[in-house]
């Protein structure tokens, strides 16, 4: 369990990422379909899907595992690399290979990056405010 709000923002995240990851091996249309990309998949977009939630799948075992350590050093260097994601996300969408649906894994990544850094700023000026 987690042991801090930063750590629950971490957990939360690492939880869908878990699901979707799980979720784009087993059911690729569930995924794909309500972002706007074409389905059914030809051979190279379900490989790229496959992997992709391959990776989703690790990375929701990797924020569950340092949100049960509450490893605040991971929380805070997650925030800057969710924020370039939201940035890479959004150009896909503007400048074309993606479709508009894409930006709702922007927003997700936004909101989370945004949660977990100001619960981090939280819990340090609190910490601040004990100490003084």
Known sequence: MPKSVSGWTIAVFGALALVNGVLGLA???ALVGPLGFATPLDGA???????????????GVYY????????KPFF????????LT??????????GP???????????????????GAA??????????IVA
Not at 64 to 71: E, K, P, Q, T
Not at 76 to 83: D, G, N, S, W
Not at 108 to 115: D, I, N, P, R
């Open 27 to 29: 059911v690729p249309g």
């Open 45 to 59: 977009a379900a490989t790229f899907l496959a992997a992709s939630s391959m990776a989703s799948l690790n990375m």
């Open 64 to 71: 569950l595992l340092a949100a049960s350590r509450d490893w």
């Open 76 to 83: 805070a260097f997650t925030v800057p690399f969710r924020a």
């Open 86 to 95: 939201v940035t890479v996300f959004t150009l896909f969408v503007l400048v």
């Open 98 to 116: 993606a479709p508009a649906g894409f930006l709702a894994v922007a927003a997700w990544e936004g909101l989370g990056a945004l949660a977990t």
């Open 120 to 129: 981090l700023l939280h819990e340090r000026r609190r910490a601040t405010m």
